[in-house]
């Protein structure tokens, strides 16, 4: 804690009374802190793909341009490195705007079982692992408040994750539970897992579990930040439970009245 004291003094000399403004330094020390760290860390990814390119421009400007079979790769490394660099700055554009005090959720009505559904048919469709799907979701309607687009992103991210980190062969299972004055959504992949003490960070901006790795993989670090953020947007809250080897589950919660129109069987 830190005091800055001023003395109210009159022209007479004598003191009327003192006013104290009192800072809780450890607060803003740590807010200063988390700020410093962001900031090297954004200059930090964007840095490395940038020295990537650097070096294989370079390289392509000396001579191997003329190479018909190491040009078109070099190309090909320079354009992956380029589209890293546009989720970043886009994702960095999403965290700003809701570190904005405008944020607004643009709210509505939505039947969250058939908007989940809709967003796993898009997966089904477009996926080219072979990785195999199942949904265990109510068959009837739920009715949720939500900003649609936002909750779409939540949902993509995870099961981007799921995808990304699943064996060949392996099974991602997606659920729907509704409880007293919640709905759970959850994913469930087969893929590496990940490990106990680390379990909490991966809703951290810029924590990745294996850096290289999930680098190589194109991620952001920032895909499960957004996330925690959205849903915690929503009243909601986001949490992971894994087993090393075995595989992941990422689950989260939205507040859940039920209602007349949330037609039981
Ligand atoms: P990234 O863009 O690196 O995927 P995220 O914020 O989406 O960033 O995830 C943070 C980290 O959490 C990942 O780098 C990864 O280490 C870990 N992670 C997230 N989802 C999974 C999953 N389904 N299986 C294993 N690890 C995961």
Redesign the pocket.
């Given at each position: 804690l830190r005091a800055n004291v001023s003395v109210i003094q009159k022209e007479t000399g004598f003191v009327n009374g003192l006013i104290a403004v009192l800072h809780d330094i450890t607060e803003q020390e740590k807010i200063d802190m988390e700020r410093r760290e962001f900031v090297a860390n954004v200059s930090h990814e964007l840095r490395t793909p940038l020295t990537t390119m650097r070096s294989y421009l370079e390289a392509l400007a000396e001579g191997a341009w003329q190479d018909d079979e190491i040009a078109p790769k070099f190309l090909e490394v320079t354009q992956t490195e380029t589209e890293r660099m546009i989720r970043l700055v886009n994702d960095l554009l999403q965290l700003s705007k809701m570190d904005s005090r405008d944020y607004k959720l643009n709210k509505e009505w939505i039947d969250i079982i058939s908007f989940y559904n809709r967003i796993i048919d898009r997966f089904e469709l477009s996926k080219q692992q072979n990785v195999t799907f199942e949904r265990k979701l109510p068959t009837h309607s739920a009715f949720v408040e939500i900003d649609g687009d936002k909750l779409t992103q939540v949902i993509d991210?995870i099961i981007s994750?799921?995808l990304?980190?699943s064996p060949e062969g392996g099974k991602i299972t997606f659920r729907l539970e509704e409880k007293n004055d919640i709905v759970v959504i959850g994913v469930s992949?087969q893929?590496?897992?990940?490990p106990k003490n680390n379990i909490n960070k991966?809703f951290e901006r810029f924590?990745?579990?294996?850096k290289a790795r999930?680098r190589k993989?194109g991620?952001?670090?920032?895909?499960?930040?957004i996330a925690k953020e959205m849903v915690e947007a929503h009243g909601g809250e986001i949490w992971a439970t894994?087993k090393e080897g075995k595989g992941?589950t990422?689950s989260f919660s939205l507040p859940y009245l039920r209602t007349e129109e949330d037609d039981w069987e």
């Open positions: 991210n994750n799921a990304k980190y992949d893929g590496v897992g990940i991966i924590y990745r579990v294996d999930t993989l991620g952001t670090g920032l895909g499960l930040a894994s992941t990422i």
